[in-house]
């Protein structure tokens, strides 16, 4: 079975700066995706940036990337020039060949003006 | 509408009655999946529709669980004889071709469910 484990429960960053949240994952499949949302308060679980486990190329979103490193398991989400609106939780979650997604435990980011 | 949607927003039941949720997945995406969220336990899958196919249930977590989707759209997701450990936030997300974990899962806001 495929687990998620983020291992940062809470971090924070001043406005305008740079933050990286950190997650690792375990898998045998060779084909597969990884994904971040946030979720604010209002709970609405929303697509930050996602990721395609062939394409060695890391996933770029305006002020949101990723370091995926496939050997390591690893796929971090770097938020640059941080904004208010950029406080929430961020989940990490693997899509592989079920249906399924698994999300980490989440992490909870607050910025600070 | 553009999103998922779900109703109620939020839901207070007493233990022993039954509940049920709705969900509005987006026009034109043929799966629709139920997830819980919960402070303990984290998010966790629990129902998956893909087209006329028969659903996979695997992450009920018990018999008071079921849900059923009507004309490729709407689901409902019903708890019977709620317990307190069914308090959770329940979130529904779709997606366009059913591709499971090799797609991208549109969320909607959930429905947080409240048993006393």
């Known amino acids: 079975a495929q687990t998620v484990t983020q291992s940062q429960p809470e971090m924070s960053v001043q406005e305008a700066e740079t933050v990286t949240l950190s997650c690792t994952y375990d898998t045998s499949e060779s084909d597969y995706y990884l994904f971040w949302y946030k979720q604010p308060p209002s709970r609405q679980m929303i697509l930050v940036i996602r990721q395609e486990a062939y394409k060695q190329q890391n996933a770029t979103e305006n002020r949101f990337s990723v370091n995926f490193q496939k050997a390591a398991k690893s796929f971090s989400l770097k938020i640059s020039d941080s904004q208010l609106g950029d406080a929430a939780m961020y989940f990490c979650?693997?899509?592989?060949?079920?249906?399924?997604?698994?999300f980490g435990k989440g992490t909870l980011l607050t910025v600070n003006p | 509408g553009a999103g998922v949607s779900q109703s109620p927003s939020n839901k207070v039941t007493e233990k022993g009655k039954d509940v049920e949720l709705r969900c509005d997945p987006i026009?034109?995406?043929?799966?629709l999946y139920w997830y819980r969220q919960s402070l303990g336990q984290g998010l966790e899958f629990l129902i998956y529709?893909?087209?006329?196919?028969?659903?996979?249930k695997s992450g009920l977590p018990s018999d008071r669980f079921s849900a059923e989707r009507t004309g490729g759209s709407v689901s409902t997701l019903t708890i019977q004889r709620t317990q307190q450990e069914d308090s959770a936030v329940y979130l529904c997300?779709?997606?366009?071709f059913g591709r499971g974990g090799t797609e991208t899962q549109y969320f909607g806001p959930g429905t947080r469910l409240l048993v006393l």
């Open positions: 026009s034109g995406h043929t799966a």
């Open positions: 529709f893909q087209g006329n196919s028969a659903p996979d």
């Open positions: 997300a779709s997606s366009l």
């Open positions: 979650a693997y899509g592989g060949s079920n249906y399924k997604l698994t």
